[in-house]
């Protein structure tokens, strides 16, 4: 059966594309992909999602967001779509060996965090490890932080940070930053903020129940390993937009991010919407990706409508 609109991805772009889409009466059909709700998942606490004052569990949050969406007709699967042919019209999509056709397609494949590939970064994410300091800044006060990376990114996480952190820790690997010479003059000019230079990330340790407790650090010009106390790791070696399946389909920037027209979530396909991370490069918020899933979910019916006319 041919669909009027297929949704790849979940997190709070896809899921609120499914709630817009599904009140219009297009029945979306919505592959939710290997991380299921999106990188909400693996936060614990969100405490700053308008409507939840007491703050939310990122899992819980999106369970919510999935349950409104199939309760005005959304049909959602944990299915992972492998292949599309956005060539002709209807677009198909693959999950694995099955094939599905439809009007219009909106891609909320979101965009995932630089990680270092250690296991206790892993294990401890959403633990006292986060990627995002916007999002978990808020539970370190009067804490002391290590921000990882060298770049604009790391500059801003860094210096948000001070704003509740009593201290923070730059730890980058070479001798000099990448950043911009604008972003190391602010590092550099507050006093709560230290860099490690020539330094790598070995080790967290912590546990899930108590956060994080230090890291080992190593010196890259010594070799020697050091202990480090500190209650919270923030991963700023940037993030890698999950646009695999859109190279060479659609029109990307420079880092892979689907680029969209003007201010809407049209593609450089006629019929193929992108929201959320896998095309906001710059606040990368839940707040501001479900109400890019909205804008992706009213332009499709206004696509729709204008084909049928």
């Excluded at 800044?137 to 790391?154: T, W």
């Amino acid at each position: 059966m041919n669909r009027k609109v297929i949704i790849i991805g979940s997190g709070p772009a896809g899921l609120t594309a499914a709630t817009y889409a599904a009140r219009a009466n297009l029945e979306p059909l919505v592959f939710e992909g290997s991380q299921p709700g999106g990188q909400l998942t693996i936060t614990t606490d969100v405490e700053n999602y308008p409507g939840f004052p007491d703050g939310i569990l990122g899992p819980d949050l999106m369970d919510k967001f999935r349950d409104q969406a199939k309760r005005f007709g959304a049909e959602c699967h944990f299915k992972h779509v492998t292949k599309v042919d956005l060539s002709d019209r209807p677009f198909k999509v693959w999950v694995a060996d099955e094939t599905y056709t439809s009007d219009t397609i909106i891609i909320a494949t979101g965009a995932t965090a630089r990680l270092l590939g250690l296991e206790s970064e892993t294990r401890l994410m959403g633990h006292g490890v986060s990627a995002c300091a916007t999002c978990d800044g808020f539970f370190f006060k009067d804490k002391k932080v290590l921000v990882i990376g060298g770049g604009d990114s790391a500059m801003e996480e860094a210096n948000f940070l001070t704003k509740f952190a009593a201290e923070v820790q730059i730890v980058h690997r070479r001798d000099a930053l990448r950043a911009s010479k604008i972003m190391q003059d602010r590092i550099m000019n507050n006093p709560r903020i230290t860099i490690q230079w020539n330094t790598v990330l070995e080790d967290i340790e912590g546990n899930e129940a108590d956060g994080v407790s230090g890291v080992s650090l190593r010196d890259t010009r010594t070799d020697e390993v050091r202990q480090e106390p500190c209650d919270g790791v923030f991963l700023a070696i940037g993030h890698v937009p999950n646009t695999e399946l859109f190279d060479q389909v659609l029109d990307l920037d420079d880092q892979k991010y689907i680029r969209t027209v003007d201010v809407s979530s049209r593609t450089s396909i006629a019929g193929v919407f992108a929201c959320g991370d896998v095309q906001d490069h710059v606040y990368r918020q839940a707040i501001t990706a479900a109400g890019t899933g909205c804008m992706a979910a009213m332009d499709a019916e206004k696509y729709l409508e204008s084909v049928a006319a």
